[in-house]
């Protein structure tokens, strides 16, 4: 089986800043991974050299069968891959609905367009001609995850999308990422909110100082959370 992603031994740096150190990661299709580890660790760089927003100087990316040798944006919606970013990042002066059309912009043709995504969250169809940050955290949430499946990915990375939230808000996108995976897109989940990963994820890497350093299984149950706080608890 061909893995959506495989980073392997990727070395990434912020100008002179080293933040990546060997990193290996793997998500194969239809697998939903969690991504854990405390603040600083490199989870979000790890985002960003996928997407060509930090810089790879060592080591491979693979979307698929195809080498990333210059990571771009528009490379990795082409390979299958699309992000919801930490911070959400809503265009303040788009509407709900343009919005989500710039999640097509550059992505793939597939099951995923406008009326499917209302149908999905039908509160973004109510708002849909108002301006994306006018809506709540939780819909704004819902609009990222919308913007990320118009690119009909195969894969869809998530920086902490519970930030910030409330936990029923919280218990609403843990439903919608099952529903999500469910239709066969894979996962790949950054997140503190362990309780959050417990029920989505089936497997996790824990980061610490820019590698992994720990993987194994997740089952929705507390041993498997009190296993996880280990690796973000400071
Ligand atoms: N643009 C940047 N330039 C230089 N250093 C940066 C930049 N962005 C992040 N860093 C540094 O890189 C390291 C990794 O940051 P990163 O954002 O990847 O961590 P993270 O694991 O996502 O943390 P968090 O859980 O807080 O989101 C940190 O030491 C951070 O200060
Ligand atoms: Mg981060």
Same mark, same amino acid.
Request: glycine share 10%.
């Given at each position: 089986?061909?893995?959506?992603?495989?980073?392997?031994?990727?070395?990434?740096?912020?100008?002179?800043?080293?933040?990546?150190?060997?990193?290996?990661?793997?998500?194969?299709?239809?697998?939903?991974?969690?991504?854990?580890?405390?603040?600083?660790?490199?989870?979000?760089?790890?985002v960003?050299?996928?997407?060509?927003?930090?810089?790879?100087?060592?080591?491979? *990316?693979?979307?698929?069968?195809?080498?990333?040798?210059?990571?771009?944006?528009?490379?990795?919606?082409?390979?299958?891959?699309?992000?919801?970013?930490?911070?959400?990042? *809503?265009?303040?002066?788009?509407t709900?609905?343009?919005?989500?059309?710039?999640?097509?912009?550059?992505?793939?043709?597939?099951?995923?367009?406008v009326?499917?995504?209302?149908?999905?969250?039908?509160?973004?169809?109510?708002?849909?001609?108002?301006?994306?940050?006018?809506?709540?955290?939780?819909?704004?949430?819902?609009?990222?995850?919308?913007?990320?499946?118009?690119?009909n990915?195969?894969?869809?990375?998530?920086?902490?999308?519970?930030?910030?939230?409330?936990?029923? *808000?919280?218990?609403?996108?843990?439903?919608?990422?099952?529903?999500v995976?469910?239709?066969?897109?894979?996962?790949?989940?950054?997140?503190?909110?362990?309780?959050? %990963? %417990?029920?989505?994820?089936?497997?996790?890497?824990?980061?610490?100082?820019?590698?992994?350093?720990?993987?194994?299984?997740?089952?929705?149950?507390?041993?498997?959370?009190?296993?996880?706080?280990?690796?973000?608890?400071?």
């Amino acid at each position: 089986m061909t893995a959506l992603l495989k980073l392997d031994q990727v070395n990434a740096f912020y100008g002179a800043a080293h933040i990546l150190h060997d990193l290996c990661l793997t998500v194969n299709p239809g697998e939903r991974v969690a991504l854990i580890g405390r603040n600083g660790v490199g989870k979000t760089t790890a985002v960003n050299t996928i997407f060509g927003l930090a810089s790879l100087r060592g080591g491979q *990316i693979h979307l698929g069968n195809h080498a990333l040798k210059k990571p771009r944006p528009y490379l990795a919606a082409q390979h299958g891959v699309a992000a919801v970013p930490q911070g959400r990042r *809503i265009v303040a002066n788009l509407t709900v609905e343009e919005n989500l059309l710039l999640g097509a912009a550059v992505g793939r043709k597939g099951p995923w367009n406008v009326p499917e995504i209302y149908k999905l969250f039908p509160i973004l169809q109510e708002r849909a001609h108002t301006p994306g940050t006018s809506l709540s955290g939780g819909q704004q949430q819902m609009l990222a995850v919308g913007r990320a499946l118009m690119a009909n990915p195969s894969l869809i990375l998530l920086d902490e999308p519970a930030e910030g939230l409330a936990p029923v *808000i919280v218990d609403q996108l843990a439903l919608i990422f099952k529903q999500v995976a469910d239709q066969g897109t894979a996962l790949l989940l950054i997140e503190q909110n362990l309780s959050l %990963v %417990v029920r989505v994820a089936e497997r996790y890497c824990a980061m610490a100082k820019g590698s992994v350093v720990a993987e194994g299984p997740v089952e929705n149950t507390q041993h498997s959370l009190e296993d996880l706080q280990t690796h973000v608890m400071v």
